[in-house]
């Protein structure tokens, strides 16, 4: 019995490979959908509203995939320069700030990044200089880098500058469409 059963199963099988191709009502053939081709969300955008939300090893993988995709140009690096220095990754994150202002010495966000990540290695000295050079380049429009000039410059020329809060971090914070901001933590 386990024998026939066997046997049946067997034909079974070997006869559904020989069934005809299947077509629709209307005599067409019907395939399976394929995958969407379009184009999907930016990953700077992706990224950073991840940024935003204090994802930011999700943030880092979304700047790496916009980096594939357009290719490592002054935003994804300085996104990802970014997002490193958030993952507390200081010399990769110098690394990649430093190649977006060698790429493009002209924009105000990859040198206010810079700066940044300067006052949090503790270097004010070169801090206050890509911060003056983020103003230079902005042409003084922003208030953030204004203001992140501004303490510097204070923390450069008396090195016992206090700020009127005690015990003050730091804390990076996305601005608009990449200007970080030095922001004392609640």
């Not at 010399?91 to 430093?98: F, G, H, T, V, Y």
């Not at 953030?144 to 303490?151: M, P, T, Y």
């Amino acid at each position: 019995m386990a024998r026939a059963l066997w046997i049946g199963c067997a034909a079974l099988i070997a006869l559904t490979g020989c069934a005809p191709d299947r077509f629709s009502e209307q005599g067409e053939r019907v395939f399976a959908p394929g995958v969407a081709r379009g184009e999907g969300v930016d990953g700077l955008i992706v990224g950073h509203r991840l940024m935003a939300a204090g994802e930011f090893q999700l943030a880092l993988e979304a700047y790496l995939r916009a980096a594939g995709r357009q290719g490592l140009n002054v935003d994804t690096l300085s996104a990802l320069g970014s997002a490193n220095l958030r993952l507390g990754r200081l010399n990769q994150a110098e690394d990649l700030l430093r190649r977006a202002v060698d790429e493009d010495p002209d924009f105000p966000a990859a040198w206010n990044n810079l700066g940044v990540l300067l006052m949090e290695k503790g270097n004010v000295a070169e801090a206050a200089e890509a911060f003056r050079r983020a103003f230079a380049t902005d042409n003084g429009n922003s208030d953030q880098i204004r203001d992140n000039l501004r303490l510097a410059l204070a923390k450069r020329d008396d090195p016992g500058y206090v700020e009127p809060q005690e015990n003050e971090e730091f804390q990076l914070v996305r601005r608009g469409t990449g200007d970080y901001v030095l922001l004392s933590a609640p």
